[in-house]
């Protein structure tokens, strides 16, 4: 018995001291990179940089989830870039969502005038660096975060609250449905 011990002690010793923190991301986020909860994000596969800066947020308070702010304030700022590189090297996900209508989609090119959100998240919505994908994030996840910022919620980026205020929920619901649908 204590030989036995003492093995898992010394295993759990030289184990990659990343890998128990990506175990809890996986709780939620999903160990298959699909979560279970619709309203959570899907983190495989989104760029470094961007990862970074939300868990950076979370621990200084600028973007709020009780889970996440929690999780955050244990984290040192290079266990933060080593959970955003691991995430980062994943694939993302096929999720399966249905694309939009072409109503929808004209809807959300609308919207896409209106604030061009293409001047960020580039013509693809894949995002690079900083800015987050939104192509084929989940179009539950893309409503909270749009309704967030525009009820100011969300706090971590004013810019982006100051243009969800400038279109109407029924443009935010057009613009979750036809990023959802696109890979």
């Not at 959100?117 to 989940?138: E, K, M, N």
């Amino acid at each position: 018995m204590l030989a036995t011990t003492l093995m898992v002690l010394c295993q759990a010793s030289r184990a990659d001291p990343i890998e128990e923190k990506v175990q809890l991301c996986n709780a939620c986020h999903g160990e298959n990179g699909i979560p279970q909860d619709v309203q959570t994000p899907v983190i495989w596969g989104q760029h470094q940089g961007y990862l970074y800066l939300q868990l950076r947020d979370y621990k200084r308070g600028t973007r709020k989830s009780d889970p996440m702010s929690t999780i955050a304030e244990t984290l040192e700022r290079d266990e933060m870039m080593a959970l955003a590189e691991y995430f980062a090297g994943k694939p993302w996900p096929r999720l399966g969502q249905p694309s939009a209508s072409d109503a929808v989609a004209a809807q959300a090119q609308r919207a896409n005038v209106a604030v061009n959100c293409t001047g960020c998240h580039l013509g693809a919505y894949q995002g690079d660096g900083t800015q987050p994908r939104l192509a084929g994030q989940r179009r539950e996840y893309l409503v909270k975060s749009m309704i967030e910022f525009r009820t100011r919620t969300r706090g971590n980026n004013p810019g982006m609250s100051d243009l969800m205020l400038s279109i109407s929920e029924e443009a935010i619901a057009a613009c979750a449905e036809y990023l959802a649908g696109l890979q």
